[in-house]
Antibody
Framework: EVQLVESGGGLVQPGGSLRLSCAAS????????MSWLRQAPGKGPEWVSV???????SYADSVKGRFTISRDNSKNTIYLQMNSLRDDDSAIYYC????????WGQGTRVTVSS | DIQMTQSPSSLSASVGDRVTITCQAS??????VNWFQQKPGQAPKLLIY???TLEKGVPSRFSGHGSGTDFTFTITSLQPEDFATYYC??????????FGQGTKVEVK
């Protein structure tokens, strides 16, 4: 059974950093596109970043230069390092599999506030 | 960047009704539109990919049509568990994904 479990969210001050993790089971992350998405309260989902097999990465303009996606094949886990966090980065962050996002995790909440 | 304009933003319907949601792309995107359902407190769920292909396990009352710039999503006979928010989504060949604004389907 495919499962994705996010962790690492929390409360952080503006300008601070957090690292999110997404542990996968039931499939191999190295063989798939793996993305991070986020959803602010009352808003629709927003794609944030993707790690493609082969090491290719891509980022939404809103996070480019501040966020970094990475992968640990030995742990079957992807990460999102978030630096220089702003108030508008507050959201539930999800990881999702593939280019169709056919499986999602349950999400981890990030709150940026002083 | 391609924009996805989804309408309506909300609609009221009754069990058994036919429901249709539209999504218009700002330029020709062929068939690269997916549709998701999201219930409160849950992650979005993929229902349809490549404009019209039903994801495994999704009931056949859900369908999608369209190509180019105009896409529709239909629920032929609304069931109680279908009250939710629905999103269209586009994926481009530059590894970027864009969602529509969403349509909340509410009880009439």
């Amino acid at each position: 059974e495919v499962q994705l479990v996010e962790s690492g969210g929390g409360l952080v001050q503006p300008g601070g950093s957090l690292r999110l993790s997404c542990a996968a089971s039931g499939f191999t992350v190295a063989d798939n596109y793996m993305s991070w998405l986020r959803q602010a309260p009352g808003k629709g989902p927003e794609w944030v970043s993707v790690f493609y097999s082969g090491g290719v990465t891509s980022y939404a303009d809103s996070v480019k230069g501040r966020f970094t996606i990475s992968r640990d094949n030995s742990k079957n886990t992807i990460y999102l390092q978030m630096n220089s966090l702003r108030d508008d980065d507050s959201a539930i962050y999800y990881c999702a599999r593939g280019d169709y996002f056919d499986h999602w995790g349950q999400g981890t909440r990030v709150t940026v506030s002083s | 960047d391609i924009q996805m304009t989804q309408s309506p933003s909300s609609l009221s319907a009754s069990v058994g009704d036919r429901v249709t949601i539209t999504c218009q792309a700002s330029q020709d995107i062929s068939y690269s539109v997916n549709w998701f359902q999201q219930k409160p407190g849950q992650a979005p769920k993929l229902l349809i990919y490549d404009a019209s292909t039903l994801e495994k396990g999704v009931p056949s009352r859900f369908s999608g049509h369209g190509s180019g710039t105009d896409f529709t999503f239909t629920i032929t006979s609304l069931q109680p568990e279908d009250f939710a928010t629905y999103y269209c989504q586009h994926y481009d060949n530059l590894l970027r994904w864009t969602f529509g604004q969403g349509t909340k389907v509410e009880v009439k």
